[in-house]
């Protein structure tokens, strides 16, 4: 396949500032409600990794299945941008909740006080705020009371700190379980997030931009007829119609059943094959069994699938 390496030009991103030792990380909980057992050992995890850790009791609030009325989520993740002592801010984990917030912020508001925000899953949703309609870089990456709290190694602590402190392009972002689905090389922005997330916001002001773009897609406990059904729907839409290339994530337990006799690969090529992009499965970032990778969204990449890796062509923060 032909290598795509010429794709629209696209807004300028903000980069946000590199998170240095003895920085703080500021923890919200913009979704379901946090297990304070949890939090406590996520939060442990980050100061002996040499970051001071700030969060209000509010966190482990609780309203129905949320962390907290809806109103109080929002104020609080504003008042961590705000907050000029905070130097990066950690959601403690996903589940729902996002969507409630989403059209309370005001994205002038929050672009005056960028900085490394990080998450996934229902954090999609902010993931794609940020860099849309604040045109700010942000991270698809371990959350506090998930990842962080199991320690090393559920997720990849060499590959979160070089995306969050490392001044300098050229990092690799692979995995041993890559898996081509169709060759090629391509360059883009990278974006995406959790597949069932995207297509939830199709259709609002606050749907995935993909032109030009290299598309990341993850998710959880999904039929691969639900899968084909998302992707479908990622396609009829447009969406995929100027994509670069597309990585799938690991597709953590995106099976029909024990009985299966195909692979969720047949059936992710099957709808995608007429694309002619690069195609990678299996990078294991978002829901993971073990090794979640960090991903810089709003970064230039090239992508080879050929030697399967995402190679950031700048570095995903700045002085």
Do not use: W
Not at 136 to 144: A, D, I, K, R
Not at 183 to 202: I, N
Not at 270 to 298: C, E, M, N, Q
Request: one cysteine or more.
């Amino acid at each position: 396949m032909a290598a795509k390496l010429h794709p629209k030009p696209v807004a300028h991103m903000q980069k946000v500032k590199a998170l240095k030792s003895g920085g703080t990380i500021g923890i919200v909980a913009p979704a379901s409600d946090v297990r304070e057992e949890d939090l406590l050992k996520g939060v442990s995890e980050l100061r002996e990794m040499g970051f001071r850790v700030q969060y209000s009791d509010s966190i482990l609030a609780r309203h129905y299945y949320f962390a907290g009325p809806h109103q109080a989520r929002a104020r609080e993740l504003v008042r961590m941008f705000e907050n000029p002592a905070i130097d990066a801010i950690f959601c403690a984990r996903g589940g729902y909740g996002c969507h409630h917030l989403i059209a309370t912020l005001i994205s002038e508001q929050i672009k005056q006080y960028a900085k490394i925000f990080v998450g996934y899953s229902d954090i999609t949703i902010l993931l794609q705020y940020l860099e849309n309609s604040c045109d700010m870089t942000c991270f698809h990456g371990p959350m506090v009371a998930r990842e962080l709290a199991l320690g090393e190694p559920y997720y990849v602590k060499e590959n979160l700190l070089q995306c969050l402190t490392d001044l300098q392009p050229g990092q690799r972002i692979t995995s041993p379980q890559l898996e081509i689905l169709q060759s090629g090389v391509a360059r883009g922005r990278l974006t995406g997030g959790c597949l069932s997330l995207l297509t939830a916001t199709l259709g609002t002001p606050y749907e995935i931009k993909t032109e030009g773009k290299i598309l990341f897609l993850e998710d959880v406990n999904a039929k691969p007829y639900q899968v084909d059904r998302m992707l479908m729907h990622l396609k009829l839409a447009g969406k995929l119609e100027a994509v670069q290339g597309i990585v799938f994530g690991e597709m953590l337990h995106c099976v029909q059943g024990p009985e299966q006799e195909y692979r969720l690969q047949e059936i992710v090529l099957d709808v995608l094959k007429d694309l002619r992009v690069p195609i990678l499965y299996g990078l294991p970032s978002g829901h993971t069994a073990t090794g979640a990778l960090t991903l810089p969204f709003g970064v230039q990449v090239r992508l080879n699938a050929d030697e399967k890796y995402i190679e950031l062509e700048e570095a995903a923060v700045a002085c």
